[in-house]
């Protein structure tokens, strides 16, 4: 049994989940899923379920060709096409394809591609209250949330509104398939993040801690498999599968230290979002792990480590970027990224002291592994 972390038994297997709670509360979104279906087969049908007839589709410039095809495949359901998607969601991309929607009479919203495509989504869907179908192409696992994150000088800020909340989500393997290992990684290590934070969620509950365990057992068993052989579509349902999970939890319940830094570091300073989601989530569970030990129990199970050097070795071990200076982050903006960090108190199982954090962010700064 691995010290502090409840029944983790190494020869039987995997910890039992977290023991039930008498009292607690649930929200669950009227979503419909297609799983494993092709979805330039399938899209034109999901449009008219929604009694659509003007879609706009939505993709980054780097996934132009894509919004074609899905344009083409949807025929004379589609009203256009946006592919000016961009990261962290900047207010003033969605203006501009609001503006675009609205001359082209667009009645739904189609969102081909990972969090950056689908942040542009749930924004527009916030200010038109259209219907939207996401196919993602990563495994960021926004699109099974109602939270959207924008970004407006300078500074990211999250909302939860219903609104948001795509009707559709389509998960084609085939379309994560050619998806790069090193973006695999790390847009995998972002999803788990939501669940290994929704483990000691203060608002968690039996449903989210069972989705959160399924969730990151996939992403354990799954990455790997991914990382040897990124044409294994079996391996690519397993990981989507994961995501999908994931992503569903971090709409239940809510997030602590690690989703803050993210988007401090993300919305402040430009960081990529995957890739800084996967450096900073052995060093933020760790720094939470010495106050909330039996939560994380089965995370430690699957490991078969304390929760954050665990975390780290399994990054490592998928070639994930390891250190925020080689995204670009000079150390002079720690100081800076710390201040902001606690500028406004925020629910965490360990205490936010401004030099803890500080130093969090330098180990994460240099790619040291957690203490």
Not at 4 to 22: I, L, T
Not at 340 to 360: E, F
Request: glycine share 8%; hydrophobic share 50%; with cysteine.
């Amino acid at each position: 049994m691995l010290a502090g972390y409840g029944e983790v038994d190494f020869v039987k297997g995997a910890p039992r989940m977290p023991s039930f709670q008498p009292q607690f509360a649930v929200t669950i979104a009227p979503v419909r899923v297609r799983f494993g279906d092709a979805a330039l087969s399938v899209i034109a049908d999901e449009v008219t379920r929604l009694a659509c007839h003007r879609a706009l589709v939505l993709t980054t410039p780097a996934q132009a060709d894509l919004a074609v095809s899905f344009a083409q495949a949807l025929g004379d359901r589609a009203a256009g096409v946006f592919t000016d998607a961009r990261m962290h969601t900047p207010t003033d991309v969605t203006e501009r394809a609001l503006a675009h929607a609205i001359a082209i009479g667009a009645d739904c919203f189609v969102a081909v591609g990972g969090g950056s495509t689908t942040g542009l989504g749930k924004a527009l869907a916030l200010r038109t209250d259209l219907p939207q179908i996401v196919v993602p192409t990563t495994y960021a696992g926004s699109e099974a949330t109602a939270i959207l994150g924008q970004t407006e000088a300078g500074r990211k800020t999250t909302i939860t509104d219903p609104r948001v909340q795509p009707e559709v989500i389509i998960y084609d393997p085939a379309l994560v398939a050619t998806l790069p290992v090193a973006l695999t990684v790390a847009s995998g290590l972002n999803a788990m993040a939501h669940a290994a934070e929704a483990l000691y969620a203060r608002d968690r509950n039996p449903l989210s801690s069972a989705l959160a365990v399924q969730g990151l057992q996939a992403m354990v068993d799954g990455l790997p498999k991914v990382a040897a052989n990124p044409a294994d579509l079996t391996a690519r349902a397993q990981t989507l599968y994961g995501a999908w999970l994931c992503g569903t939890v971090l709409g239940q319940v809510g997030m602590a230290l690690h989703h803050k830094l993210a988007h401090v570091l993300g919305g402040t300073f430009d960081l990529p979002h995957a890739e800084t989601h996967a450096i900073l989530l052995p060093h933020t569970i760790g720094f939470n792990a010495r106050n909330a030990a039996a939560e994380l129990a089965p995370l430690a199970g699957m490991l078969m480590a304390e929760p954050g050097p665990g975390l780290h070795a399994f990054a490592r071990s998928l070639g994930a970027p390891m250190a925020l200076r080689d995204l670009g982050l000079a150390e002079a903006d720690l100081d800076r990224a710390a201040d902001i960090a606690v500028q406004n108190p925020y629910w965490n199982p360990t205490p936010l002291i401004r030099n803890g954090i500080r130093s969090l962010l330098q180990a994460a700064w240099a790619g040291d592994a957690p203490t």
